[in-house]
C-alpha cells in the first residue's frame, strides 16, 4: 500500500506541475524538477526516501542511453571517434583545469581541487540528450559535438573514480593490481561485443516468433537491465553499457522494434530521475545563502559555456554553433553526485561541502532549459529568423513525391513534367527553393525526414518516393521515415557512394542508382572509342563490367560492415574481372576465327 501511495504522489506531482510547466515554454526536464523540489524533504516532505528512489530512476538514464545506441551504428561511432575522444577529451581537460584552478586559489588542497574540477567539468547526459530530443537537434552539428562530449564523459568517470583514493592518501595494497581491473574491463566489453554480435539476434528472433509482444518487451528490458548489469560489475557506467548493447543492435531488424517498445519505460523512468534531482536540492542552504549559491551556479555555467565555446570554435564549428554547444552541456552532471560522494568516503571533501556542491550542479541542471529559453530569444533578436518548418503542401494527391530537388531530383522532375504526371517536389534548402522556382518549377520548401511533412505531402495516398537527396545522413533518415511510416512506397534512391547504398539497403531500399556510376560508364565508354576500340567492343566492354558491378554491390552487401572482408572481396573481384574480360576476349577471338573460316 505505502508503495502505491509513493507511485500516486510521483504522478499527481507529474501530471499536475509539467503540463504547466511545459505550457508556459519552459520545457518538461524543468517540470519534473519543480515537481520533485515540491514533493521532496525539503518542499512538502511528502516523500523522504530519496537515495533509493534516486538508484530506480537512474535507470531511466541507461535505457536513454540504450536508445541512442539504437540510433547510432558501430561503424558511424567509429567515424567519430577523432570528435569523441578529441573534443571530449579536450573538454574534460580545459574544464577541469580551470575550475580546478579556481578552486585551488579559493583556499582548497591540490587533491580536493582536482576532483572538483573534474566532478563539475562533467555535464548531465540525461538533461542534455533529453532536451536536444525535445528540440530536435541531435542530428545538428552542435547536437552531434555535444553526444560526442557527453560520451567522452562517460568513459571519463571511470578513470576519475579510480584516481579518488589515491588523491586521498589510501593505500592500494589490498586492491586488486590496475593491470588486473582494466583487463577485467576489456574482457568483459569484448565479451558484450561477441555476445552481441551472435546471441542478440537468435534471441530476439525466437521471441518474436511467439508472436507475444509483451515478451519481446521483456526480453528487451533483460538485455539493458542484464548489460548494464554486467558493466556495472567491472566498474563500468551502466549508461556506457547500455549504449553499447543498443550500438549491437542498430543494424538489426529488431532495431525499430525495440525503440518502440523501451519508449514508454525510457519517458517515465526518465521523468522519475528528474523528479529525484529535484527532491534531493537542500533548499535550506538556498534559502540561508541565496546569492552567494546564485553566484557559484553562475560562474559554473559561465567557465563551462566559455570552455566550451572556444573549443567549438577550434574544432571548426560556427559562431552560432558553438554559442549552442557551449549552452547545451554547459550544466553539471549527475555522475557529480557519484564523484563528489566517493571523495567524503576518501576524506578529500567535507560532507558540508559535498551538499554544497550538490545543490550548485543540481540548480546548474535545473536552469538549463531556461538556458536555451534565453539563447533562443537571443537568436531571434539578434539573428535572421529560421525558416518555417515546411510550407502549405498542395491539396491534391500526386502519385510521384520528389525528396530533394537539385541537379538530380530536377532531372526526373522535368520528365515527369513533360509527360503530364503530376508529383510533388520537396527541397530542404529555402535557398535552392527560391532558385528553382524562378524558372518556373513547382517545389515546396521543407526536411522530408519530418513526419508531419510528408503526411501533408499526402505520402499516404502516393505510389513512389524519389530519394534524391544530395547530403547522405539526411538520405538515410527520410529513408527510415518513410520505410517505417509509408511502406507501400516504392521508393527510387539516388546514392551518393556504395557506402550510402549500402545504408539504404539496410533499410529494405533495394532500387538504387548510384549517382556517378552511370555517367562514369559513359565517359570510359568514350575513352575507349577514343582508343579506336570499336563501338561494339566499348558497349560490350561497359556492359560486362557494369553487370560485374551491380552484382558484387548486392553480393558483398551482407559483409559491407567488416572491412578486412571487403577488402579481401574487392581484391578477388579485381582478379575475377580481369579473367572475365580475357575470357570475353578469347570467345571473341574464337568467334572471328569461326566467322572466317566460314566465309
Do not use: C
Not at 53 to 65: D, K, N, P, S, T
Not at 286 to 309: E, N, Q, R, T, W
Not at 394 to 414: L, M, Y
Not at 552 to 579: C, M, P, S, V, W
Request: hydrophobic share 50%; aromatic share 8%.
Amino acid at each position: 500500500m505505502e508503495l502505491l501511495i509513493k507511485a500516486a504522489i510521483f504522478f499527481a506531482a507529474a501530471v499536475i506541475v509539467v503540463p504547466v510547466f511545459k505550457r508556459l515554454g519552459l520545457g518538461s526536464v524543468l517540470g519534473y524538477l519543480a515537481a520533485g523540489a515540491a514533493i521532496g524533504p525539503t518542499g512538502l516532505a511528502l516523500i523522504s526516501d530519496v537515495e533509493s528512489i534516486a538508484h530506480v530512476a537512474e535507470f531511466g538514464v541507461v535505457l536513454l542511453m540504450f536508445v541512442i545506441g539504437l540510433e547510432v551504428q558501430p561503424q558511424r561511432l567509429w567515424t567519430a571517434r577523432g570528435r569523441v575522444f578529441g573534443l571530449g577529451g579536450l573538454q574534460v581537460m580545459l574544464t577541469g583545469a580551470l575550475i580546478a584552478g579556481m578552486v585551488y586559489l579559493a583556499g582548497l588542497s591540490v587533491g580536493t581541487a582536482a576532483v572538483v574540477g573534474l566532478g563539475l567539468a562533467l555535464s548531465s547526459t540525461a538533461f542534455a540528450l533529453q532536451t536536444l530530443a525535445e528540440r530536435n537537434e541531435l542530428s545538428t552539428r552542435h547536437g552531434r559535438a555535444a553526444f560526442a562530449i557527453l560520451l567522452f564523459q562517460d568513459v571519463a568517470t571511470i578513470p576519475i573514480l579510480s584516481m579518488i583514493p589515491l588523491l586521498g592518501g589510501a593505500s592500494l595494497e589490498s586492491e586488486a593490481p590496475v593491470w588486473l581491473s582494466v583487463l577485467r574491463v576489456i574482457g568483459v566489453v569484448a565479451a558484450v561485443i561477441v555476445g552481441g554480435q551472435f546471441l542478440l539476434r537468435p534471441v530476439l528472433r525466437g521471441m518474436a516468433s511467439t508472436r507475444i509482444p509483451e515478451l519481446f518487451t521483456a526480453t528487451a528490458l533483460l538485455i539493458v537491465t542484464a548489460t548494464a548489469l554486467l558493466m556495472n560489475w567491472v566498474g563500468v557506467s551502466m549508461a556506457l553499457g547500455a549504449f553499447l548493447a543498443g550500438m549491437l543492435l542498430a543494424n538489426s531488424e529488431y532495431r525499430h522494434e525495440l525503440e518502440a517498445d523501451i519508449e514508454p519505460f525510457k519517458g517515465l523512468l526518465l521523468g522519475l530521475f528528474f523528479i529525484s534531482v529535484g527532491m534531493g536540492l537542500n533548499l535550506r542552504l538556498l534559502v540561508d545563502a541565496p546569492f552567494s549559491i546564485a553566484g557559484l551556479v553562475a560562474a559554473l555555467l559561465a567557465v563551462k559555456f566559455a570552455a566550451l565555446y572556444a573549443l567549438g570554435r577550434l574544432w571548426g564549428l560556427g559562431k552560432a554553433a558553438s554559442k549552442d554547444l557551449g549552452v547545451s552541456i554547459a550544466q553539471g552532471g549527475e555522475f557529480a553526485f557519484v564523484i563528489f560522494g566517493a571523495a567524503v568516503a576518501a576524506g578529500l571533501m567535507s560532507t558540508g561541502q559535498n551538499e554544497l556542491l550538490v545543490l550548485v550542479v543540481s540548480l546548474s541542471m535545473a536552469v538549463s532549459p531556461l538556458l536555451s529559453i534565453i539563447n533562443d530569444k537571443l537568436t531571434e533578436k539578434f539573428m535572421p529568423k529560421k525558416p518555417k518548418p515546411f510550407e502549405t503542401m498542395p491539396d491534391e494527391e500526386n502519385p510521384v513525391i520528389i525528396a530533394g530537388f537539385g541537379r538530380f531530383g530536377q532531372i526526373t522532375g522535368r520528365v515527369l513534367a513533360a509527360r503530364k504526371i503530376p508529383f510533388t517536389a520537396l527541397d530542404a534548402s529555402p535557398e535552392q527553393v527560391d532558385f528553382v522556382k524562378r524558372f518556373g518549377n513547382k517545389v515546396y520548401y521543407g526536411d522530408a525526414s519530418r513526419l508531419d511533412l510528408l503526411r501533408a505531402a499526402r505520402a499516404d495516398a502516393a505510389r513512389i518516393f524519389v530519394l534524391a537527396i544530395d547530403d547522405v545522413e539526411a538520405s538515410v533518415r527520410t529513408a527510415q521515415t518513410v520505410r517505417r511510416h509509408f511502406p507501400h512506397l516504392k521508393v527510387y534512391a539516388r546514392a551518393r557512394n556504395r557506402q550510402h547504398a549500402y545504408r539504404l539497403m539496410d533499410l529494405g531500399v533495394t532500387l538504387i542508382q548510384r549517382e556517378t556510376f552511370l555517367s562514369a560508364l559513359d565517359l570510359t565508354r568514350d575513352v575507349l572509342l577514343g582508343l579506336d576500340i570499336s563501338r561494339a567492343d566499348a558497349d560490350r566492354t561497359v556492359r560486362l563490367f557494369r553487370d560485374h558491378d551491380v552484382n558484387r554491390l548486392f553480393e558483398h552487401y551482407n559483409h559491407y560492415t567488416d572491412q578486412q572482408k571487403i577488402e579481401a572481396l574487392a581484391k578477388a573481384g579485381i582478379k575475377e574481372l580481369e579473367e572475365m574480360f580475357e575470357r570475353d576476349a578469347e570467345e571473341q577471338a574464337r568467334q572471328s576465327s569461326e566467322l572466317h573460316t566460314t566465309g
